[in-house]
């Protein structure tokens, strides 16, 4: 059973305490909504490069050109 | 001269590793909160996080961020957590990510904000830093402080975190 520590600071003591059920459900429905939340950053940073590299095009400049300026 | 700046508590990972580190009964006498902290998680795909939960409260989190890859900057931004870029099991063996956060003005009614600074340790070209400004919309006093890996599902041995109080006088 996966465990988590736990330290309370007004006494400094930590303890080792296991997960209940109810939050290894959690973790995992954090665990799919955090790979969905990175897939949609991926999205978007890719669709913002594809844009830009559109711009670039027909302004006529290479990707080197671009990153060159970009820089 | 008054002590402005004083470790609250640490809590280090053993041998089981763990699925998360939390801080409880935070003491409301100071002005300020820094974590500091040196973490590995046992995702095994790519550079991993950690993220920060204040409260046990899931939601109401955003953050933008400035992200150097090691070879490309960037910089993009979420409303589903604020958290720090940390090593995973893929990484330089017997390495661990770096990361400071500070929340200022943490037992005050407004939302908490944090500022966070976060590097990778990797002996390759990806190596993930990050910088964020981070914002919990909450007006609650911050009470508590998880660390929980962002892919991973638990964190490697040796992990560890300090909280420090920060006091203005």
Known sequence: ??????????????TEVELTAEEIAQREADAQAAAQAKADEEAAAA????EKEAIAARLGLSAEELSTLLS | MATTYEAIATVTVGSGG??????????????????????RTNYGTQAD?????????SSSYSMIRLQ????????????TNIRAVTDEDNATANTFGSWEAYVPNYTLSNNKSVSLD??????????????VAGLWSNTAAITSIKLLPLNGTAFKQYSTATLYGIKNS
Do not use: H, R, W
């Not at chain 1, 059973?1 to 930590?14: A, N, W, Y």
């Not at chain 2, 763990?18 to 973490?39: G, R």
């Not at chain 2, 996080?49 to 409260?57: D, T």
């Open chain 2, 118 to 131: 976060s590097v990778m340790e990797n002996n390759a070209t990806a190596a993930e830093q990050n910088l």
């Open chain 1, 1 to 14: 059973m996966p465990t988590k520590l736990i330290v309370d600071c007004s006494t400094g003591v930590t």
């Open chain 2, 68 to 79: 150097g890859s090691g070879s490309a900057a960037s910089s993009n931004s979420n409303t």
């Open chain 2, 18 to 39: 763990a699925a998360n580190m939390e801080f409880t009964s935070i003491p409301q006498t100071y002005t300020d909160l820094v974590i500091k902290a040196s973490t």
């Open chain 1, 47 to 50: 669709a913002k490069q594809a």
């Open chain 2, 49 to 57: 996080a950690c993220i920060l939960q204040f409260n046990s409260n």
